[in-house]
Protein backbone atom coordinates (compact mmCIF):
# COMPACT_ATOMS: atom_id res chain seq x y z
CA UNK A 1 0.00 0.00 0.00
CA UNK A 2 1.20 3.43 -1.17
CA UNK A 3 0.48 5.58 1.57
CA UNK A 4 -0.37 9.84 0.08
CA UNK A 5 0.63 12.63 2.27
CA UNK A 6 -2.85 14.20 3.05
CA UNK A 7 -3.07 17.98 2.96
CA UNK A 8 -6.29 17.18 5.07
CA UNK A 9 -8.63 19.79 3.29
CA UNK A 10 -11.54 17.74 3.63
CA UNK A 11 -10.48 15.56 6.16
CA UNK A 12 -12.75 13.31 8.19
CA UNK A 13 -15.84 14.52 5.82
CA UNK A 14 -18.00 11.80 3.85
CA UNK A 15 -18.34 12.27 0.14
CA UNK A 16 -20.61 10.51 -2.59
CA UNK A 17 -19.71 11.41 -6.49
CA UNK A 18 -21.54 10.25 -8.79
CA UNK A 19 -20.41 8.88 -12.00
CA UNK A 20 -17.02 8.16 -9.96
CA UNK A 21 -15.99 5.01 -12.74
CA UNK A 22 -14.18 6.01 -16.09
CA UNK A 23 -15.04 5.62 -19.36
CA UNK A 24 -12.43 2.74 -20.59
CA UNK A 25 -9.31 4.41 -22.21
CA UNK A 26 -6.43 6.23 -22.02
CA UNK A 27 -6.40 9.34 -19.38
CA UNK A 28 -8.67 10.10 -16.18
CA UNK A 29 -12.76 11.06 -15.93
CA UNK A 30 -13.80 13.90 -14.21
CA UNK A 31 -15.93 11.54 -11.43
CA UNK A 32 -12.81 9.16 -10.78
CA UNK A 33 -10.63 12.10 -10.01
CA UNK A 34 -12.65 14.04 -7.97
CA UNK A 35 -13.07 10.82 -6.03
CA UNK A 36 -9.25 10.28 -6.21
CA UNK A 37 -8.59 14.16 -5.11
CA UNK A 38 -11.30 13.99 -2.33
CA UNK A 39 -9.75 10.81 -0.71
CA UNK A 40 -6.21 12.01 -0.84
CA UNK A 41 -7.94 15.09 1.29
CA UNK A 42 -9.27 13.26 3.72
CA UNK A 43 -12.74 12.07 3.06
CA UNK A 44 -14.58 8.39 2.91
CA UNK A 45 -16.12 8.07 -0.31
CA UNK A 46 -19.04 6.63 -1.91
CA UNK A 47 -18.38 5.88 -5.60
CA UNK A 48 -21.38 5.75 -7.18
CA UNK A 49 -21.56 4.17 -10.85
CA UNK A 50 -24.22 2.74 -12.93
CA UNK A 51 -20.91 0.37 -14.27
CA UNK A 52 -19.80 -1.19 -10.77
CA UNK A 53 -16.26 -2.21 -12.77
CA UNK A 54 -15.40 1.33 -13.53
CA UNK A 55 -15.89 2.19 -9.77
CA UNK A 56 -14.24 -0.43 -8.95
CA UNK A 57 -10.89 0.62 -10.43
CA UNK A 58 -11.11 4.44 -8.43
CA UNK A 59 -11.89 2.41 -5.78
CA UNK A 60 -8.78 0.38 -5.83
CA UNK A 61 -6.77 3.42 -6.67
CA UNK A 62 -8.20 5.20 -3.35
CA UNK A 63 -7.21 2.28 -0.98
CA UNK A 64 -3.95 1.34 -2.82
CA UNK A 65 -3.04 5.28 -1.49
CA UNK A 66 -4.20 4.07 1.74
CA UNK A 67 -7.93 6.17 1.19
CA UNK A 68 -11.28 5.27 2.21
CA UNK A 69 -14.01 4.26 -0.58
CA UNK A 70 -17.01 2.02 -1.46
CA UNK A 71 -18.80 1.05 -4.33
CA UNK A 72 -22.53 1.86 -4.57
CA UNK A 73 -23.85 0.42 -7.97
CA UNK A 74 -26.70 2.90 -9.15
CA UNK A 75 -28.90 4.23 -12.00
CA UNK A 76 -28.70 7.94 -10.59
CA UNK A 77 -32.10 8.73 -13.20
CA UNK A 78 -34.25 6.49 -10.57
CA UNK A 79 -35.67 7.98 -7.13
CA UNK A 80 -35.34 4.67 -5.65
CA UNK A 81 -31.32 4.42 -6.23
CA UNK A 82 -30.55 7.95 -5.64
CA UNK A 83 -33.06 7.32 -2.17
CA UNK A 84 -30.65 3.93 -1.55
CA UNK A 85 -27.57 5.77 -2.47
CA UNK A 86 -27.36 8.40 0.17
CA UNK A 87 -29.00 5.46 2.50
CA UNK A 88 -25.38 3.51 1.72
CA UNK A 89 -23.52 6.31 2.41
CA UNK A 90 -24.93 6.97 5.83
CA UNK A 91 -24.71 3.29 6.64
CA UNK A 92 -20.96 3.00 5.33
CA UNK A 93 -19.75 6.12 6.97
CA UNK A 94 -22.33 7.46 9.07
CA UNK A 95 -23.22 10.94 7.08
CA UNK A 96 -22.86 12.63 3.82
CA UNK A 97 -21.09 15.57 3.91
CA UNK A 98 -19.94 16.37 0.39
CA UNK A 99 -22.33 15.42 -2.51
CA UNK A 100 -20.37 15.80 -6.12
CA UNK A 101 -23.23 15.75 -8.93
CA UNK A 102 -20.89 14.37 -12.01
CA UNK A 103 -22.85 12.19 -14.52
CA UNK A 104 -23.14 13.49 -17.98
CA UNK A 105 -23.11 12.55 -21.47
CA UNK A 106 -23.21 14.82 -24.77
CA UNK A 107 -25.08 15.23 -27.29
CA UNK A 108 -24.44 17.28 -30.58
CA UNK A 109 -27.58 19.02 -32.60
CA UNK A 110 -29.25 22.15 -33.07
CA UNK A 111 -32.71 22.96 -32.13
CA UNK A 112 -33.72 22.03 -35.69
CA UNK A 113 -32.15 18.24 -36.03
CA UNK A 114 -32.32 17.09 -31.87
CA UNK A 115 -34.90 14.55 -31.79
CA UNK A 116 -37.28 14.40 -28.91
CA UNK A 117 -35.89 10.93 -27.50
CA UNK A 118 -32.20 13.04 -27.80
CA UNK A 119 -33.54 15.96 -25.71
CA UNK A 120 -34.85 13.95 -23.41
CA UNK A 121 -32.00 11.53 -22.86
CA UNK A 122 -30.03 14.82 -22.24
CA UNK A 123 -32.26 16.21 -20.13
CA UNK A 124 -32.15 12.95 -17.80
CA UNK A 125 -28.36 12.27 -17.75
CA UNK A 126 -27.55 15.53 -17.40
CA UNK A 127 -30.13 17.29 -15.24
CA UNK A 128 -32.46 14.73 -13.42
CA UNK A 129 -29.57 13.03 -11.88
CA UNK A 130 -28.35 15.83 -10.21
CA UNK A 131 -31.92 16.95 -9.22
CA UNK A 132 -32.56 13.60 -7.34
CA UNK A 133 -29.32 12.69 -5.99
CA UNK A 134 -29.67 16.36 -4.35
CA UNK A 135 -33.21 15.53 -3.16
CA UNK A 136 -32.17 12.81 -0.97
CA UNK A 137 -28.58 14.51 0.26
CA UNK A 138 -29.59 17.59 1.46
CA UNK A 139 -32.23 16.43 4.22
CA UNK A 140 -28.71 14.24 5.55
CA UNK A 141 -26.93 17.89 5.61
CA UNK A 142 -29.66 20.22 6.96
CA UNK A 143 -30.30 17.88 9.74
CA UNK A 144 -26.64 18.91 11.27
CA UNK A 145 -26.51 22.17 9.96
CA UNK A 146 -23.80 21.46 7.08
CA UNK A 147 -22.88 20.51 3.83
CA UNK A 148 -21.33 20.98 0.74
CA UNK A 149 -22.43 20.53 -3.08
CA UNK A 150 -20.80 20.89 -6.04
CA UNK A 151 -22.04 20.39 -9.41
CA UNK A 152 -20.32 19.40 -12.63
CA UNK A 153 -21.66 21.46 -14.98
CA UNK A 154 -20.27 22.80 -18.92
CA UNK A 155 -18.62 26.16 -20.40
CA UNK A 156 -20.96 24.83 -23.09
CA UNK A 157 -24.12 26.22 -20.63
CA UNK A 158 -22.17 29.47 -21.32
CA UNK A 159 -21.18 29.66 -24.67
CA UNK A 160 -22.60 28.18 -28.18
CA UNK A 161 -21.19 25.19 -29.57
CA UNK A 162 -23.66 23.09 -31.43
CA UNK A 163 -25.02 20.45 -28.47
CA UNK A 164 -28.53 22.35 -27.72
CA UNK A 165 -29.67 19.52 -25.41
CA UNK A 166 -26.55 18.85 -23.41
CA UNK A 167 -25.93 22.58 -23.22
CA UNK A 168 -29.78 23.16 -21.93
CA UNK A 169 -29.35 20.30 -19.39
CA UNK A 170 -25.93 21.96 -18.32
CA UNK A 171 -27.31 25.50 -18.22
CA UNK A 172 -30.40 24.40 -16.11
CA UNK A 173 -27.43 22.45 -13.86
CA UNK A 174 -26.26 25.79 -13.36
CA UNK A 175 -29.63 27.79 -12.77
CA UNK A 176 -30.93 24.40 -10.13
CA UNK A 177 -27.24 25.75 -8.52
CA UNK A 178 -28.13 29.06 -8.02
CA UNK A 179 -31.39 28.40 -6.47
CA UNK A 180 -30.50 25.55 -4.10
CA UNK A 181 -27.50 27.75 -2.92
CA UNK A 182 -30.66 30.30 -2.25
CA UNK A 183 -32.83 27.79 -0.57
CA UNK A 184 -30.44 25.64 1.29
CA UNK A 185 -27.67 28.36 2.32
CA UNK A 186 -29.26 29.27 6.22
CA UNK A 187 -29.06 25.20 6.85
CA UNK A 188 -25.34 25.47 6.59
CA UNK A 189 -25.63 24.36 3.26
CA UNK A 190 -23.05 25.50 0.15
CA UNK A 191 -24.13 24.99 -3.59
CA UNK A 192 -21.91 25.75 -6.54
CA UNK A 193 -20.99 24.92 -9.49
CA UNK A 194 -17.64 23.76 -11.40
CA UNK A 195 -18.00 24.43 -15.85
CA UNK A 196 -15.00 22.49 -17.59
CA UNK A 197 -13.85 23.46 -20.94
CA UNK A 198 -11.97 21.74 -23.66
CA UNK A 199 -11.04 18.95 -21.35
CA UNK A 200 -9.47 15.50 -22.67
CA UNK A 201 -11.31 12.66 -20.48
CA UNK A 202 -11.80 9.02 -22.05
CA UNK A 203 -14.93 9.32 -22.60
CA UNK A 204 -14.14 12.58 -25.19
CA UNK A 205 -11.35 10.45 -26.56
CA UNK A 206 -14.06 7.20 -27.36
CA UNK A 207 -16.07 9.62 -29.17
CA UNK A 208 -13.28 10.97 -31.06
CA UNK A 209 -12.26 9.56 -34.68
CA UNK A 210 -9.17 7.50 -34.29
CA UNK A 211 -5.32 8.45 -35.58
CA UNK A 212 -4.55 11.47 -36.78
CA UNK A 213 -8.06 12.79 -37.06
CA UNK A 214 -8.22 12.29 -32.79
CA UNK A 215 -4.80 13.67 -32.41
CA UNK A 216 -5.64 16.87 -34.35
CA UNK A 217 -9.04 17.33 -32.24
CA UNK A 218 -7.25 17.29 -28.89
CA UNK A 219 -4.43 19.82 -30.18
CA UNK A 220 -7.27 22.23 -31.30
CA UNK A 221 -8.90 21.75 -27.68
CA UNK A 222 -5.83 22.62 -26.33
CA UNK A 223 -4.98 25.71 -28.19
CA UNK A 224 -8.51 27.22 -28.12
CA UNK A 225 -7.79 28.22 -24.65
CA UNK A 226 -5.48 31.49 -23.43
CA UNK A 227 -2.97 28.33 -21.47
CA UNK A 228 -2.19 26.65 -25.21
CA UNK A 229 -2.57 23.41 -22.88
CA UNK A 230 -4.08 20.27 -22.19
CA UNK A 231 -6.76 19.76 -19.00
CA UNK A 232 -7.81 16.87 -17.57
CA UNK A 233 -10.29 15.43 -15.48
CA UNK A 234 -7.68 16.10 -13.02
CA UNK A 235 -8.10 20.04 -13.57
CA UNK A 236 -11.60 19.29 -12.32
CA UNK A 237 -10.96 16.94 -9.61
CA UNK A 238 -8.85 19.59 -7.84
CA UNK A 239 -11.66 22.48 -8.54
CA UNK A 240 -14.62 21.14 -7.21
CA UNK A 241 -12.38 19.42 -3.87
CA UNK A 242 -11.46 22.83 -3.33
CA UNK A 243 -15.43 24.08 -3.44
CA UNK A 244 -16.56 21.24 -1.54
CA UNK A 245 -13.69 21.96 1.43
CA UNK A 246 -13.92 24.42 4.64
CA UNK A 247 -11.63 26.96 2.14
CA UNK A 248 -14.46 27.69 0.25
CA UNK A 249 -16.08 28.55 3.36
CA UNK A 250 -17.61 31.60 2.20
CA UNK A 251 -18.43 30.86 -1.54
CA UNK A 252 -21.66 29.83 -2.55
CA UNK A 253 -24.43 29.81 -5.62
CA UNK A 254 -21.21 30.42 -7.98
CA UNK A 255 -20.12 28.65 -10.86
CA UNK A 256 -16.34 28.16 -11.40
CA UNK A 257 -15.18 27.62 -15.12
CA UNK A 258 -12.07 25.23 -15.35
CA UNK A 259 -11.41 26.05 -19.07
CA UNK A 260 -7.52 27.64 -19.47
CA UNK A 261 -9.44 31.23 -20.07
CA UNK A 262 -11.60 29.93 -23.36
CA UNK A 263 -14.38 32.09 -21.86
CA UNK A 264 -12.43 35.31 -22.45
CA UNK A 265 -11.76 35.06 -26.27
CA UNK A 266 -13.33 34.27 -29.38
CA UNK A 267 -12.57 31.91 -31.75
CA UNK A 268 -11.30 35.01 -34.16
CA UNK A 269 -8.66 35.65 -31.12
CA UNK A 270 -7.71 32.37 -31.11
CA UNK A 271 -7.16 32.48 -35.24
CA UNK A 272 -3.65 32.41 -35.46
CA UNK A 273 -2.89 29.74 -33.07
CA UNK A 274 -5.30 27.24 -34.82
CA UNK A 275 -3.98 28.05 -38.11
CA UNK A 276 -0.43 26.72 -36.95
CA UNK A 277 -2.02 23.12 -36.96
CA UNK A 278 -2.53 21.39 -39.79
CA UNK A 279 -5.84 19.87 -40.11
CA UNK A 280 -5.06 15.92 -41.23
CA UNK A 281 -8.50 15.50 -42.47
CA UNK A 282 -8.94 18.65 -44.65
Not at 17 to 29: E, R, Y
Not at 215 to 232: D, V
Not at 247 to 265: C, D, F, K
Request: proline content about 5%; aromatic content about 4%; overall charge negative.
Amino acid sequence: MHMVQRAGRVEGKVAIVTGAGSTPGPGIGTGKATAVVLAREGASVLLVDLHPERAQETRQLIEDEGGKAVVCTADVTQAAQCEAMVAAAVDAFGTVDILVNNIGLASLGTVVDTTEEAWDRALNINLRTAFLASKYAVPVMAEKGAGAIVNVSSISALRGDGTLAYSAAKGGLIAMTVDMAYSHGRQGIRVNAVAPGHITTPMVLSVSAPGARAEFMNTMRSQAGLLGTPGTGWDVGWAATFLASDEARWITGVTLPVESGVLSVTPLMMAPYLRAVPDPGA
